[in-house]
């Protein structure tokens, strides 16, 4: 009995995680501007969710991605990392399109060690990334790490795999509006030309 209402009381729990995360990555799509889109989906993983750090990293070329937003290093060696493609785990993620995480990094055989000693810098744990877009060329790469022995599991991959499916909605959104007013702006200075 106790056993069951444990569990009830831990899915509760996970409800209402997902509902302010929804609340949170709604208001994201709302801002309609790639930079602040960008810094807010880090720091909503480092303020609101636990995480200790958090990164992005844009699509460069196609030799990998480019960390321009982070949240919660305690070093700037990774700002202005290039992750090429493949390599480490935001670079495994990006080539392959699809959510990892790895419990114990530095150590870890499911990911090549290119980034061991920015991970180490940072005291890096436990990583955890999903790309921002579906298909073969991903807009980029989201990160999460933790400085503590644990691990991730289930919940975290829900909440960073959200915040990366939401981030490139948001950005798709910001593009949009972007290219909507250049063409505004565009034809009002048409306009004025002819008057």
């Not at 880090?42 to 992005?56: K, N, P, Q, S």
């Not at 298909?135 to 022995?149: F, I, N, T």
């Given at each position: ?23 949170e ?37 196609v ?33 392959e ?16 060690h ?12 436990c ?21 503590e ?47």
């Amino acid at each position: 009995m106790a056993r069951a209402a444990r569990t009830l009381s831990q899915f509760h729990v996970a409800v209402d995680e997902l509902a302010l995360l929804n609340r949170e990555l709604s208001q994201l799509i709302a801002l309609l501007d790639r930079d602040l889109v960008l810094a807010r989906a880090v720091r909503l993983l480092t303020e609101d969710f636990g995480f200790h750090c958090a990164w992005i990293g844009e699509r460069a070329n196609v030799d990998g991605v480019v960390i321009g937003h982070t949240s919660g290093n305690r070093t700037d060696r990774l700002y202005g990392l290039t992750l090429r493609t493949g390599c480490g785990l935001g670079g495994k993620v990006f080539a392959e399109g699809r959510l990892a995480w790895v419990n114990g990094y530095l150590g870890s055989p499911e990911i090549p060690h290119d980034y061991d000693g920015e991970a180490a810098a940072e005291r890096i744990q436990c990583m955890i990334a999903a790309p921002i877009g579906d298909g073969p060329r991903p807009a980029g790469v989201l990160l999460g790490g933790l400085r503590e022995d644990g691990g991730f599991g289930g919940r975290a991959a829900a909440i960073v795999e959200t915040v990366a499916e939401r981030t490139a909605q948001a950005l798709v959104a910001a593009e949009r509006a972007r290219r909507s007013e250049e063409a505004a702006l565009f034809e009002e200075r048409q306009r004025l030309a002819l008057d």
